[in-house]
């Protein structure tokens, strides 16, 4: 479900000056394989806020390839360093980001780590500036705890896909561990003190959610 005309949300995109030869070579390969991106009118953002925060810690939950990791390690760089921890299961992912990474310049931000990320999370240090949400939908609500014990006061949770196609819209998502799971964390991080949330339409709703300690 399209939230803007191809039209507008080109003009949106072409605002933006990521045009690097690696970010557009993985946005190829994304198109091409049908490999789910969080794309050029989301990554800009995930830059801007690293460098807004002047974060030097971001946790990545379901990285992929690395497309969504090159913009906080990007961001991190130009603060004068830090890291950008990128968690994904397959071992193939992983080192395909790690060649993008090392390709564009910014492997030395990045540490990557073949696991189940919510595992990953929880065995990472505490006092992170940003951590980034893009698994499975269905264990969304369940990584919030593990969250909320490694994000710093004052730091971003970033969470992808809460519209998830227009389906939370519906009454119930039952039958629908995906969609069930993207109402539950909206749910809870609108309804938690620990949150001030932003639920906003970037392309598949992008939840912005500041962590309150
Ligand atoms: C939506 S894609 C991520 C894309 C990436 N964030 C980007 O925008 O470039 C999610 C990736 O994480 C993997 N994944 C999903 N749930 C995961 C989990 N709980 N732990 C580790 N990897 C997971 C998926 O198999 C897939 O490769």
Redesign the pocket.
């Known amino acids: 479900m399209a939230l803007l005309s191809q039209e507008l949300n080109d003009y949106i995109v072409g605002q933006t000056r990521f045009d690097d030869p690696i970010v557009l070579e ?1 946005e190829e390969r ?1 198109a091409r394989d049908g ?5 050029p009118a989301v990554g800009p953002w995930l830059y801007f806020f690293t460098r807004l925060l002047k974060a030097s810690h971001v946790f ?10 090159w913009f906080f390690a990007r961001g991190i760089k130009d603060n004068g360093g830090g890291t950008v921890t990128h ?4 071992e193939g ?1 992983s080192r395909d980001a790690r060649g993008y990474l090392e390709r564009s310049g910014l492997a030395d931000q990045c540490d990557f780590q073949v ?4 595992l990953a999370l929880s065995g990472a240090a505490s006092g992170i500036d940003i951590i ?1 949400c ?3 939908k269905e ?1 969304y609500p369940n990584a919030l705890d593990v969250v909320e014990s490694k994000l710093k006061p004052g730091g971003l949770f970033i969470c ?1 896909n809460l519209l998830w196609d227009g389906k939370v819209m519906a009454a119930t998502a039952e039958g629908d561990e995906a969609t069930a799971g993207v109402k539950e964390i909206t749910r809870m991080l609108r309804e938690s003190p620990r949150w001030d949330f932003l639920l906003t339409p970037l392309r598949d709703g992008v939840g912005f959610a500041r962590f309150n300690g």
């Open positions: 993985m994304a490999f789910p991106i969080i794309g990545e939950m379901g990285s992929g390839f690395g497309y969504s990791t968690t994904v299961w397959d992912l696991s189940e990320s919510v980034f893009d698994i499975d264990m992808d």
